[in-house]
């Protein structure tokens, strides 16, 4: 009797850190259902390839600087059975036009979306996991109702310093998802115990103006990815934006009080199975609808934007109860 021959599989996200590290439970799926399992290869940006490199059910890592054509010969010669198109777009196209091969692609909501941002329309929009989850239906896979998942190597393993702390990335990639250092002050005086800020080298100015509270620990532009994983796994709470950080505490089921102002919790980023009495923290007084999709626009202005009118005294409670539990 022969071996059973893997199903080889292609998988297209190409960014960024949090919209790869939603992606873990279709490799999971994929690799635990499928008859006769599945060979997982990975399309990333190089940018974000450290996000996959080390994952064990991904075998081979695709990463392009630019454009997709640095890497379609070599994707021509590998011959998939099927395509996994989490990314949908132009380039993703040019993917499964050139490979011909079946494809499956996410449903982004993005009609959806524009009416709820643009009009006050609010339809039915999934989590994101649920829609990447969607494409392996045809496939006659299903939700395992695990989590998310991300993978630090032995090198990157950060001791615990602090006790029972919390961490807070301070970063984002659109202003309107991330509080000024004035509101971050605020915000970080509601929190008691230890507190490791984490960031990466852009976030440095805004870290250096909170480094003087006593309880607060700088480790932002200090850390790798990986290291900063390591720091998000054996913190107590994770306080944060939308952000790539907090999509990592997620995997680790850590109890997350998240932040948000311009995007909304109901545009599908939510955290996806996190940890005990998480939290999601909405402003108040700016209504129900979102003011951009991507929270590169807030209809206050960027001096007023939403992610400053949070009701700080729910965030004070929630923490709180999980540190002095």
């Not at 202003?175 to 002050?185: L, N, Q, T, V």
């Not at 605020?186 to 490791?196: F, N, R």
Request: net charge positive; proline share 5%; charged share 25%.
């Amino acid at each position: 009797m022969g071996d059973v021959v893997k199903a080889k599989i292609l998988v297209l996200r190409f960014s960024s850190i949090g919209d790869i590290v939603l992606t873990t439970p279709v490799l999971r799926v994929l690799e635990d259902q499928l008859n006769g399992g599945a060979e997982i290869h990975f399309v990333v940006k190089k940018k974000f390839e450290s996000v996959v490199v080390h994952n064990p059910r991904i075998a081979k890592v695709f990463a392009f600087e630019k454009t997709v054509q640095e890497i379609l010969p070599a994707l021509m010669e590998e011959g998939y059975d099927y395509i996994i198109d989490l990314q949908n777009n132009v380039r993703s196209r040019i993917i499964k036009r050139r490979l011909k091969s079946l494809a499956f692609s996410v449903d982004k909501r993005n009609f959806a979306k524009f009416l709820w941002v643009q009009w006050g329309v609010k339809g039915h929009i999934s989590h994101i996991v649920e829609r990447y989850l969607q494409t392996l239906k045809t496939l006659g896979l299903k939700d395992d109702g695990k989590g998310l998942e991300f993978y630090i190597q032995p090198e990157d393993e950060i001791p615990n310093q602090w006790g029972k702390y919390t961490a807070v990335p301070i970063g984002a990639t659109y202003f309107g998802k991330r509080p000024d250092a004035a509101h971050w002050r605020k915000i970080l005086e509601q929190i008691p115990g230890p507190i490791v800020l984490l960031g990466g080298k852009e976030d440095m100015e805004v870290a250096g103006k909170l480094e003087d509270l006593p309880q607060v620990f700088n480790g932002v532009g200090i850390w790798s990815l990986g290291q900063s994983a390591s720091v998000l796994k054996n913190a107590s709470l994770v306080i944060c934006g939308d952000t790539g950080l907090m999509h990592i505490a997620s995997a680790f089921q850590r109890s997350i009080i998240s932040l948000w102002g311009c995007t909304r919790p109901g545009l599908g980023m939510y955290p996806w199975r996190p940890g005990k009495d998480s939290l999601q923290l909405e402003p108040e007084g700016r209504g129900t609808k979102p003011c951009s999709k991507l929270g590169n626009h807030c209809k206050h202005g960027e001096g007023d934007r939403c992610i400053h009118h949070l009701p700080l005294n729910q965030l004070k409670s929630a923490a709180e109860k999980i540190l002095l539990a």
